[in-house]
């Protein structure tokens, strides 16, 4: 056999085998790909994205489109072969496992704490869109969840109301954690709770929840990284009710990125006139009760899928904007925005099409 021919066989030979060998090496890396998005102003499914009862709505017309990404499992092991290639790929992200799955987190775990931040930004997107249109909303402080073995367990439930911590008034989230770690861990601590089947009875009956009971638990030493501190191993949150229906129906989806567009779409529904001036928006970002939009992450694969499926503008959380920045799709014009007022006011500008001087996203 002629010498040539000789290498170039081996050399296939050997090309061969290390494909062979990188189907099946396994790396610890996942990917994530563009998702699907949805108009919060359309149908899925067919029906209603946002279903308002009890209140006066309007025709609405374009897209606010929430945006989503598609993830590998957390059992799913990726080959090196795979990996190299959604390293190359346009339209795909090769990010390390723990990335997305931290602390060994299982599937289950994961879908369980998509589905409650979904749910969580529901809310938050009812009350900022209803805040910005001078609707009240009551709200209080509930337990959100109970940690498991954690002292609490079997004393608080997830859906009680905390009205106080020590005597001392609870009126955010965030005052239960302060007044705990006021304790050393081992010392008690007393909630004065309304519980979740007395507040639910009390919504249902349209009256305000009178009675009270005081719970008293003994805090322990937190177990994170941290500076140790006393905990009882809960996290409060916030519900409301709302004057009027507003039901999301929308399934299979998790995480908390689309509360923005929804809120955008609630609002949209409430006010007369078109918000979009029937263009194709599309958008990401958490929000808060109080409007302010938070980072998310893919948000390079948020923006392939909208500009994939016709969006032309994108609205864009400030803290997103140099990642977006960095690999836009072409015909897509990034929108910085920080807040749902800074959002409306863009979509004033798109809808005007004066958008020479939207906030822009840059690199840098």
């Given amino acids: 056999m002629p010498r040539r021919t000789a290498t170039m066989l081996a050399s296939t030979l050997m090309l061969i085998a290390l494909l062979c060998v990188g189907v099946f090496i396994p790396v610890p890396y996942a990917e994530m790909s563009p998702g699907p998005t949805v108009n919060t102003l359309g149908e899925h499914d067919g029906e209603p994205v946002l279903q308002i009862a009890g209140h006066k709505t309007y025709p609405t017309d374009g897209h606010l489109n929430m945006t989503t990404v598609r993830v590998t499992s957390a059992d799913y092991r990726m080959n090196l072969v795979e990996a190299v290639y959604g390293w190359l790929a346009h339209d795909t992200k090769v990010v390390p496992h723990d990335t997305l799955y931290p602390d060994g987190k299982t599937e289950e775990q994961s879908t369980q704490e998509n589905a409650e931040e979904f749910s969580q930004s529901q809310e938050s997107a009812k009350v900022a869109a209803l805040k910005e249109l001078g609707v009240p909303v009551k709200s209080w402080v509930i337990v959100s969840t109970v940690v498991k073995d954690a002292p609490a367990e079997g004393k608080l439930h997830a859906g009680d109301v905390i009205k106080a911590v020590d005597g001392k008034a609870v009126k955010e989230p965030t005052d239960v954690a302060e007044l705990v770690t006021e304790h050393r861990p081992g010392e008690d601590v007393a909630f004065t709770i309304v519980p979740a089947k007395e507040q639910a009875a009390a919504e249902k009956e349209k009256r305000t929840a009178t009675r009270t009971e005081k719970v008293t638990i003994t805090t322990r030493a937190s177990d994170d990284a941290g500076e140790k501190r006393a905990v009882v191993g ?9 004057p009027f229906s507003v039901d999301i129906k929308l399934a299979d989806v998790g995480g908390p990125s689309a509360g923005l567009m929804f809120a955008l779409g609630i609002y ?49 959380p400030a803290e997103n904007c140099a990642s977006a920045a960095r690999d836009t799709p072409e015909g897509l014009t990034l929108v910085k925005v920080a807040t749902i007022d800074d959002a409306l006011d863009a979509l004033k500008d798109i809808r005007a099409g004066d958008t020479a001087d939207l906030p822009s996203c840059s690199a840098s």
């Fill in 234 to 242: 809960i996290s409060a949150g916030t519900d409301h009710t709302f």
């Fill in 268 to 316: 949209d529904k409430l006010t007369p006139g078109s918000l979009t001036g029937g263009d194709f928006v599309a958008g990401t970002g958490t929000i808060d009760d109080n409007g302010k939009v938070g980072p998310i992450g893919g948000i390079e694969m948020k923006t392939v899928g909208a500009r994939d499926k016709g969006a032309e503008y994108f609205l864009t």
